[in-house]
């Protein structure tokens, strides 16, 4: 008799009888459920007690290597953690879909070297989706989904030389990555680095390092070695990314790095793909893995090193679902793995910044740009002395500068982080606000889209030419600038110019808006207009100024991490001018030169505006030094939502022997989404206190309807 738990949401594992020939802890089982069969994992043995008779057998046993015991402690950890249920973390682990097929061959499909008689449409539809992923193999199937063409099509073009069809066994090896082969040269500073996290790698035991660089200093080649040391002694790397659009270029250089392609893990990757990776990870055919925040539940065989590029971004937080910080359980998973993790930035995450400080983490600065290039000189101007003709955002002073870039063949860049064409729509018959009908937001006008949209819920709707409330006719008036209003002023301002717009939603697919950069980058255009996509990792060696439109825009607001947030955009946005020989320079318009963090900003002192902002948090009880736990609760119905808050908060009795504290219930800062009302709560506690138990126990305690959901966020990142 065996324990199984099963993907299902039951609240505990479930007993079965082995089958013949018994079956190891960990093995991947396919068990009955009632009428159904379903997947679930061998968690040790039976509980017993209850008729053996009515006992069910396992169905199964699927041919893939058994959960570690590793992985299984790691599951549990990080589910007592993130207050998860045990088959909702089981869930994340075996995302890969096809695990119960039985090994067999498979025909796929792959870009091929003859051209087409002539180019169709769907020809050239399916070529792309081939292009776009790389070497990557799909079925049939697969391959006339993403290109929206029927079977037909593909065959045609495998007649004609143009795709390969093979007939592969599913699920090869990856092909090997030689950590033999010469990296590239490193500087000084860069090989001390990559020197410590070697000693690192090869001591075998268990080590956080956060690496901190300015852009452009080369952090990407030093952690590459450490990768490297880890190939080199026979254990698997993975290194994630917070954006996916980045990972080709990052996949290029892995590439000239070892030799190889390493494997994928993200939303982009297919199907065929995905189930092969996470075979592959489990029985070792593949060294490295390069993905999103989920590749961290991967069955790795033996996990040697996580790296986390870019671990202050927000992306890492998965805000949907299971609630957990990917860079916060690297290090759970690293530390049970006996791995090394390298958390790689410019621009630190204010936790993992007093974690180096006090002596957590291991401490790399990489100091100097590599190669000639130098940081970008930066100013403040002054938008109180600034004369502002009425509807613009660029300042005079900040055109002429743009100005000079262009007549010198330099680029320039204007940010402003804010899509649409404007955040506000006003009637200036009623002063009504067009505001989305779901939820407890603005609409948003975009008129490249020649529409309005929700920017939390995806709601939209083609711009209205009557107001929607007085039904005057033509009163209906953008308020303020986003990004593609910038333009069109950019566009007055400089009508020589060649204007480029820089703006997530402005690009269909991920390889659009790479051969956008790829142009751009080597002069397509004399101005960059751009939101916070161009401050990621982009290279723009001609850009030589970067003005920054509003530097207040994230000073705002009740978020406890406004402060740190608005100082990595800026110094990330900074830094993207100046990157190749030319020195570049950065103009922030500002209302509050004063403002401590735009003093801060300025003075690229950074050091000083972290021990700064600990110290404010510190003596606040926030998170690093203080606890804190985030209640959203939701109903259809707002009454019902404020009820359950006022009833958790009357029977605080948990939260208060624990020592802690719990604020509301308010409305939640984004009080409605999608019709759901929302209130929020907030559970506060010092350092030390078993928090997750606590809530846990408080939650339990009390009856709240069924028609009301509830979602709990330890460490909430952002609180909306
Ligand atoms: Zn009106
Ligand atoms: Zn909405």
């Given at each position: 008799m065996v324990s199984v738990l099963t993907?299902?949401?039951?609240d505990r594992p479930l007993d079965y009888l082995a089958p013949e020939g018994g079956v190891a802890d960990g093995a991947f089982v396919m068990v009955p459920l009632g009428p159904r069969q379903v997947l679930g994992v061998v968690w040790g043995r039976g509980l017993g007690?209850?008729?053996?008779?009515k006992a069910r057998r396992i169905h199964a046993v699927l041919p893939v290597p058994p959960m570690r015991e590793e992985m299984r402690d790691f599951l549990t950890r990080a589910g007592d953690y993130t207050l998860t249920s045990m088959p909702a973390m089981l869930r994340l682990a075996t995302r890969?879909?096809?695990?119960t097929n039985p090994p067999s061959m498979q025909k796929v499909y792959r870009l091929g070297e003859g051209e087409p008689d002539r180019m169709t449409d769907a020809r050239s539809r399916v070529l792309a989706v081939l292009e776009e992923f790389g070497g990557l193999a799909f079925t049939l199937k697969e391959l006339s989904d993403a290109a929206g063409v029927t079977s037909s099509v593909i065959k045609g073009l495998v007649k004609q030389g143009a795709v390969f069809e093979e007939n592969t066994p599913r699920d090869l090896p990856f092909p090997r990555l030689d950590p033999a082969l010469p990296g590239k040269t490193l500087s000084e500073a860069q090989q001390a680095a990559s020197d410590t996290l070697r000693e690192g790698i090869n001591s075998g035991r268990y080590g956080t390092t956060l690496l901190r660089g300015i852009t452009g200093s080369g952090k990407t080649e030093v952690y590459l070695e450490a990768v490297a040391a880890c190939l080199a002694k026979g254990r698997q790397a993975m290194v994630l990314l917070p954006e996916i659009a980045l990972s080709a270029e990052f996949l290029s250089r892995v590439e000239k790095r070892f030799g190889a392609r390493p494997a994928e893990w993200h939303s982009g990757v297919t199907m065929t793909e995905r189930r092969r990776t996470w075979k592959m990870v489990a029985e070792g055919g593949a060294q490295l893995v390069v993905g999103?925040?989920?590749?961290?539940f991967l069955p790795y065989r033996d996990l040697g090193l996580i790296v986390v590029d870019e671990e202050h971004d927000s992306s890492y937080k998965q805000e949907d679902g299971v609630l957990y910080n990917a860079r916060d359980m690297a290090v759970l998973r690293a530390s049970l793995a006996g791995a090394q993790v390298v958390l790689a930035s410019a621009t630190p995450s204010l936790e993992s910044w007093v974690n180096a400080q006090a002596g957590k983490y291991r401490r790399l600065d990489l100091k100097s740009r590599f190669g000639s290039a130098a940081l970008p000189e930066m100013r403040a101007i002054d938008m109180r002395a600034e004369d502002m003709p009425k509807g613009r955002w660029i300042s005079p002073r900040l055109q002429s500068e743009v100005m000079k870039r262009v007549e010198n063949g330099e680029q320039a860049l204007l940010f402003l982080n804010r899509r649409g064409y404007a955040p506000v729509t006003l009637c200036r018959a009623c002063g009504d606000q067009i505001e989305c009908p779901q939820c407890d937001a603005r609409m948003v006008e975009h008129r490249f889209l020649k529409r309005l949209m929700c920017h939390q819920c995806g709601e939209s709707m083609p711009i209205p030419e009557t107001c929607p409330k007085c039904e005057a006719e033509g009163t209906l008036s953008a308020v303020g600038p986003g990004v593609e209003r910038l333009t069109e002023e950019a566009t007055e301002l400089f009508p020589e110019a060649r204007i480029a717009t820089l703006s997530s939603d402005l690009f269909a697919s991920a390889r659009a808006l790479k051969q956008a950069v790829e142009t751009i980058a080597t002069g397509g255009a004399d101005i960059i207009v751009g939101t916070?996509?161009?401050?990621?990792?982009?290279?723009?060696?001609?850009?030589t100024l970067v003005g920054v439109i509003d530097a207040d825009l994230g000073l705002h607001g009740s978020d406890m991490r406004a402060a740190e947030k608005t100082f990595q955009l800026m110094r990330q946005v900074a830094g993207r001018a100046g990157r190749a020989e030319k020195p570049g320079e950065a103009l922030m318009q500002t209302f509050q030169p004063e403002h401590p963090v735009i003093r801060a900003i300025l003075s690229g002192d950074e050091e000083e505006f972290w021990n700064a902002e600990a110290e404010s948090r510190a003596q606040a009880g926030m998170p690093p030094f203080g606890r804190m736990a985030g209640i959203i609760l939701s109903s259809e119905r707002a009454e019902e939502a404020f009820e359950a808050g006022t009833m958790l908060a009357r029977h605080d009795g948990p939260i208060r022997q624990a020592g802690a504290v719990v604020y509301g219930p308010a409305p939640a800062p984004?009080?409605?989404?999608r019709g759901w009302h929302r209130v929020r709560m907030l559970v506060k506690a010092p350092k030390g206190v078993a928090l997750q138990r606590a809530v846990s126990d408080w939650i339990g305690g009390v009856r709240l309807p069924k028609t009301l959901r509830l979602s709990v966020d330890i460490d909430p990142q952002s609180f909306y």
């Open positions: 993907t299902q949401p039951l007690g209850f008729d053996l008779k890969a879909p096809g695990l999103a925040r989920s590749a961290l916070q996509l161009v401050a990621k990792g982009h290279n723009f060696p001609l850009l984004i009080a409605r989404i």
